[in-house]
């Protein structure tokens, strides 16, 4: 069976940035940077807030797993914050990618392991529009034996350390993604995979891009009707269904392109478009260049790594 949530994740390439043991000791608040990259956190004792701009702050507690595929516009602080709009000083390293966030000498609070990773593709853009905005999760210790994994390969020197910790970390993402009982997952691939009628349209999709979809035949997967699916999709994945479609069969593209797998003609037939006219234009629209363009320059791109 067709898994859509692997295919992404894989199509992702993740790779590890770092990752790091955060002590707490409040008050404390912290401001992180746009980085736009991949961030977890598993919390292991005591709890803090996290609030990303716009939306009202949400309590971490002990078991507490968070995966943000894209990070930017996050502030976290203890659950007794410092006075508004007061910052704490820069994370005080305490060695042995250890640190501390407020004063190392009030009781620590919270203990956290946390870190960034990087996908590798270069249409990381475009597949993580496919994921949620944030994912938390509530008292799964797997997740927290994953990053702890992570964490511990991440420093040391051990043959094929790259190999093992890109898989561990393709583990980590599913398996954050897909535990969606006790998931607060916002808009996107995951809650579209949790509801069983939605997720009988997108394996559809994903397991024969060639088709020549219609929101009718997608809601007839679905077993629903048309104006249900449609409002029931774009209310669970955030885009309309055949939006979703095209961001899917551009990702696909994109790999074969990238890895010279055929010429246009041939790629425009494997992700379902009766004509290499019709592609390209389709193609130039959705990622700002010719497809053959953009062969070209991923061709480059792979000589000069």
């Not at 024969?208 to 219609?214: G, Y």
């Not at 193609?283 to 000069?304: I, L």
């Amino acid at each position: 069976m067709t898994d859509p949530l692997a295919e992404v994740v894989m199509l992702l390439q993740p790779a590890a940035r770092f990752s790091k043991l955060i002590l707490g000791a409040g008050p404390w608040r912290i401001r992180s940077p746009d980085v736009c990259e991949p961030f977890y956190c598993a919390v292991l004792e005591g709890g803090c807030h996290l609030a990303i701009d716009g939306d009202e702050p949400m309590e971490l507690v002990s078991g507490d797993f968070v995966l943000m595929p894209a990070f930017h516009g996050v502030t976290m602080s203890s659950l007794v914050p410092p006075p508004s709009g007061e910052q704490s000083a820069a994370p005080i390293a305490l060695g042995n990618n250890e640190f501390c966030l407020g004063h190392p000498g009030n009781p620590v609070d919270v203990r956290m392991l946390a870190g960034h990773c990087s996908f590798a593709s270069p249409d990381a853009s475009l597949l993580v529009s496919l994921l949620p905005r944030l994912v938390r999760v509530r008292g799964e210790q797997r997740l927290a034996t994953l990053v702890q994994l992570v964490r511990d390969e991440s420093r040391e020197q051990r043959p094929a350390r790259e190999v093992v910790l890109s898989r561990l970390l393709e583990v980590l993402l599913i398996e954050a993604l897909r535990s969606n009982v006790e998931t607060d997952a916002s808009p996107g691939l995951v809650r579209g995979l949790t509801d069983a009628r939605l997720a009988a349209a997108i394996r559809g999709m994903h397991a024969h891009p060639t088709r020549a979809w219609t929101v009718a035949d997608l809601a007839k997967e679905a077993a629903l009707s048309r104006s249900t699916f449609f409002e029931r999709f774009n209310r669970a994945v955030g885009v309309a269904p055949m939006e979703y479609l095209l961001t899917w069969r551009m990702a696909l593209a994109k790999n074969l392109l990238r890895r010279n797998e055929g010429r246009v003609a041939e790629v425009a037939q494997r992700v379902g478009y009766s004509s290499a006219s019709t592609f390209s234009v389709a193609f130039t629209r959705h990622v700002g260049q010719p497809p053959s363009q953009y062969a070209r320059e991923a061709q480059m791109v792979a000589e000069d790594v």
